[in-house]
């Protein structure tokens, strides 16, 4: 049990998933929890589920809108990736447009992660495993989606550097937040020590500020910035995956340019349940969410997504039950404690499809 928390609420995902995937239902079994009642709003699934696609690679949700990451989607030659777009429509989510990436590179990764502004007018998706990697700028106006920016890291633009594999955006769209958990720091003497870079929107045009590195000491392999939430302009939580079974949650704030380490909590959740790579998380400036998706929740790689305060005291636990489907592959919660949850190794269930993935809309009640 994370944090010391000695009675979170806990539940569990159910499954498997059946039926229309955009059709409300409950799910059991639950134990505890806002009296039993915590419910599993909606399942959600790609417009054309395709095995092995990763749909659910990355969640964000603000208000009636969210966007979903498939991070092997097929572009016109390779798997390149894919943002799509939901809204909440008469009580249904609805898919209303995609971006495909373009960079036409295989296995890229593009929309395995997401981050965005307080409606997704303004949004970023990362592209990690391209070269040193990408952070991907887009907009969206009504109901469709664009792409409008390509950066590369200022610092962290070494090959493996997983630029973009972490990102945090604040809630007008103006100061993001990349993290960069391959880069060596030190003078390259600590391998994967991790650093993010801070950018900024100034007249349009986003712009390099400055970079910073782990508030408590470099530690090789830590992948400092391999999950980031932020909300605030001035506020973030950045994960730093020191050790094993427990990780560093830092909160820094910003003066300026520069980015102060302010203090830690420990999460029990660590580098045996999201790897350096990717450590999915989200803030809604009143709780966390973390997505411990190769978590044996039961036996192996079901995936556990955790709901802390932001000091660390946790809140809320969903444990996924099914085998090696990854569950809290995205994570992302909104003020009114509606989460949107990622499933990318998910089977579609009407085929049924292998790893095409899936992603779920929960009332999380803490």
Not at 46 to 69: E, N, Q, W, Y
Not at 114 to 124: E, H, P, R, T
Not at 161 to 185: N, Q, R, V
Request: with cysteine; net charge negative.
């Amino acid at each position: 049990m994370a944090c010391g928390q000695t009675s979170p609420r806990h539940f569990y995902a159910g499954g498997p998933y059946t039926g229309n995937p955009n059709a409300s239902k409950a799910v059991g079994p639950r134990k505890g929890g806002c009296s039993g009642n915590v419910e599993l709003q909606a399942g959600i699934e790609s417009d054309v589920p395709t095995a092995s696609k990763h749909f659910g690679s990355a969640t964000i949700i603000r208000g009636d809108r969210m966007l979903v990451g498939e991070r092997l989607a097929q572009g016109s030659i390779f798997p390149v990736g894919e943002v799509h777009l939901f809204t909440k429509v008469g009580g249904t989510w609805t898919r209303q447009d995609g971006v495909l990436s373009t960079v036409e590179v295989n296995n890229g990764y593009f929309g395995n992660e997401l981050a965005g502004n307080s409606d997704l007018s303004v949004w970023v998706a990362g592209e990690p495993q391209q070269s040193s990697g990408n952070a991907i700028f887009g907009s969206r106006t009504g109901t469709t989606l664009s792409s409008d920016t390509k950066i590369q890291g200022n610092v962290a633009n070494n090959l493996s550097d997983l630029f973009g594999a972490g990102l945090g955006m604040s809630s007008d769209g103006l100061h993001c937040l990349i993290g960069a958990p391959g880069y060596d720091t030190d003078g390259g003497t600590k391998l994967g020590a991790g650093i993010v870079e801070y950018w900024e929107d100034v007249g349009g045009t986003w712009t390099y500020r400055s970079s910073f590195t782990s508030g408590t000491g470099t530690t090789a392999s830590a992948g400092f910035g391999c999950g980031i939430a932020m909300i605030n302009n001035n506020e973030a939580w950045i994960m730093h995956n020191n050790a094993a079974p427990t990780s560093e949650v830092q909160r820094f704030t910003r003066s300026g340019t520069t980015w102060t380490y302010q203090d830690n909590f420990t999460l029990n959740y660590g580098q045996s349940d999201f790897p350096n790579t990717k450590c999915p998380m989200d803030t809604n400036g009143g709780a966390l969410i973390f997505g411990c998706y190769l978590s044996d929740a039961v036996s192996n790689n079901e995936g556990t997504v955790i709901v802390t305060d932001t000091s660390g005291t946790e809140l809320a636990e969903i444990a996924g039950d099914e085998l090696e489907n990854e569950f809290g592959s995205g994570v992302s919660i909104t003020a009114d404690k509606i989460a949107a949850i990622g499933q990318h190794r998910g089977d579609e269930p009407d085929g049924p499809i292998l790893q095409a993935g899936l992603a779920h809309v929960w009332e999380v009640c803490y």
